[in-house]
């Protein structure tokens, strides 16, 4: 499947409540103030790319956004399905239904494939079988039984996603899904995440290959300087060449 072909629904700016929002969201490492008053909301099912140069302040929106240690959030409201996850404990938010899928992807070392999957089902609600992850991603069912971290790049990347949805996800949280991964296996990635769209599941994908992620997203938000300076739908920047250049250098 070609990605740049995928038909999608028209986005569309939630009304009335919506799904996810975040709200002058502001926080910190230390004394740097680092995410300022970052505010964006989404509808459910979508998937919205949230980008910037770097150090634009896009992990650190995401680090917030699912209640990480780090930065420190100070001041700001997130609200999932009508759930405060602000003003809680950070592992409120887990519970609440966000999960983060991180650069490093956190596989753990001397587990199996599937000892991966259980161990990320040992605490919490339950989410996907593990026969429909392996029907979404063929290449873990036949590597089930072998040692998570000798497995390639985009076969890690596939286990930290299929982790996210062994467990009950409703904000899929994916900082830079692409990294180090060839063009063939990124196709893979982006075709599961369709499928993962269209289950229903709700994403924010953070991603250096700014064109790739437009390609798959129903809407985008474009940090600078920690600050939103744009927000629409990906097709908006696809189309808008100045906006890319000025924020995206593309
Ligand atoms: N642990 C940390 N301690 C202090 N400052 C940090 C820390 N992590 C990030 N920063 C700073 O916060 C700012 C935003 O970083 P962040 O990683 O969120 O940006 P980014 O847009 O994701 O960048 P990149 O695309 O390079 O990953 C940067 O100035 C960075 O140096």
Known sequence: MNVHTIQ???????????????????SYYGDS?????VSFSLNKGEILALLGRNGAGKTS????????STPELHGGEVVLDGVKLHGKPN?????????????????????????????????GKKGWSFERIYELFPRLAE????????????????LAIARALARDVKLLLLDEPYEGLAPVVRQDIAKALMEVRAAGITSIIVEQNALAALHLSDRAVILDTGEVVFDGTAQQVLEDEDLRHRYLAI
């Open 61 to 68: 929106t995401l680090r917030s956004i699912a209640r990480a």
């Open 143 to 158: 590597r089930r039984k072998q040692e998570g971290v000798t497995m390639s790049g985009g076969e890690q990347q596939m």
């Open 8 to 26: 999608r629904p028209q986005a569309t700016q939630p009304t009335g409540t919506p799904f996810f929002y975040c709200r002058n969201l502001d």
């Open 91 to 123: 592992y409120f938010a887990a519970q609440a239904g966000v999960q983060l899928v991180q650069e490093d992807r956190r596989i753990i070392p001397g587990m199996t494939v599937e000892q991966n999957l259980q161990l990320a089902i040992i605490n």
């Open 33 to 37: 103030y680092i995410v300022q008053k």
